[in-house]
């Protein structure tokens, strides 16, 4: 697919356009608006790939729970290997569409790996997130930043006191969710690890308040996120924290998302394999399922 194409995809999912406008440039692109509207079904993801751990695993305990944050109930899906053992926790934080198949997916896979895997639904104070996925990001637009990455934040505490958790909590993201946790890091610091795909920095000026160390995997062709990285980086150097970045050359952002026009599976697995290894690093080896 064009890249030119894929850039203006990227464009529109992140706010840059609206629909309309978005139909109209394809349109100029491949020629006319019947085109476009055939081609749109090939950019959007296609969540009957999402399944790569069944939903109903015999391996795999899965729950639907909530936590409190701050008066809040933010509803989450929890997945872990059977039987009461300990585990490593990690918050799973999704894209702009909200708590989807794919992200529930990540979490199986996590837990798979032995983590205790919570997946938040960022939209639980809207009633959650919605089967369409235009309404989940428009959604996600009116959340507010900092109140959002609070109430994400408070599940580092409530999988700290979980009684199946070692007590050592990471995160990991991706997209939006992976700018999420460089959010979170800034403002939990029992948080252990963090490990964000392709999502935005936070301010220099907030870096000092990071505890946790982190991994930054990010899309050789993801121009408007990778904009970021020489000041994070520069930051997170002076300030002497704990991180690695990865840039995986000639991919996409959401090169992870195997539901997506955009996945590529060399670089989604060697940065998945990075994260697994990280997580045991940091936050101890998970029993095995």
């Known amino acids: 697919m064009e890249q030119r194409i894929v850039d203006l995809y990227d464009t529109f999912t992140h706010g840059g ?3 309309r406008a978005f139909l109209d440039r394809l349109a100029e692109i491949v020629g006319s608006s019947a085109a476009a509207i055939a081609l749109l079904p090939l950019l959007q993801n296609d969540y009957a790939r999402a399944e790569t751990v069944a939903a109903d695993d015999a391996r795999l305990a899965i729950d639907t729970v909530s936590y409190d944050a ?9 997945a872990r290997g059977k039987g009461k053992v300990k585990r490593p926790a990690v918050i799973v934080i999704h894209e702009n569409r909200g708590l989807n198949p794919h992200i529930k997916d990540i ?3 996590l837990a798979l790996e032995g983590f205790l895997a919570l997946a938040v639904d960022a939209l639980s104070p809207l009633g959650g997130t919605p089967g369409d996925e235009d309404k989940g990001r428009d959604m996600i637009a009116s959340l507010k930043l900092d109140e959002t990455a609070q109430r994400i934040a408070a599940a580092v505490p409530f999988l700290e006191k979980h009684p199946e958790s070692t007590g050592k909590v990471g995160a990991v993201g991706f997209c939006w969710g992976g700018g999420m946790v460089n959010r979170i890091a800034v403002i939990a610091p029992d948080l252990k690890a963090g490990v964000a795909y392709y999502g935005a920095q936070p301010p220099a000026s907030q870096v ?3 505890q946790a160390a982190l991994l930054l995997h990010y899309a050789g062709l ?3 996120i990778d904009a970021g990285i020489p000041a994070y980086e520069a930051a997170l150097k002076a300030n002497g924290k704990r991180f690695t970045v990865y840039v995986y050359p000639g991919v996409n952002h959401a090169f992870n998302n195997d539901t997506s026009s955009r996945y590529d599976k060399p670089a989604a697995d060697l940065a998945w394999q990075r994260t697994l290894a990280f997580f045991t690093e940091t936050l101890g080896a998970p029993p095995k399922v």
């Open 222 to 224: 993801d121009s408007r």
């Open 107 to 109: 979490a199986r896979r």
């Open 208 to 210: 000092p308040s990071i």
């Open 17 to 19: 356009i609206d629909r």
């Open 70 to 78: 701050s008066g809040t109930a933010m509803h989450c899906y929890l």
